[in-house]
């Protein structure tokens, strides 16, 4: 049975996919700190949205919006 946290958290994720025009998913595997922390203040800087999570977790919060 899933926690109240991870409940809250998919519930988090899925109204974010709801207010999404475009999403991305990418692998970032590779990068090394530093490079990932440079992309995301880059693209906080034109309001995007950049979230590490697990696939499977992402999954079930885009079942959550068909």
């Known amino acids: 049975m899933p926690s109240e946290k991870n409940i809250k958290s998919l519930e988090a994720l899925s109204e974010s996919f709801s207010r999404s025009t475009v999403i991305i998913s990418t692998n970032y595997s590779g990068l090394s700190v530093e490079s990932l922390t440079d992309l995301r203040r880059q693209l906080k800087k034109d ?20």
């Open 47 to 66: 309001s995007i949205d950049y979230k590490i999570g697990k696939k499977n977790t992402y999954v079930a919060g885009c079942r959550g919006q068909r």
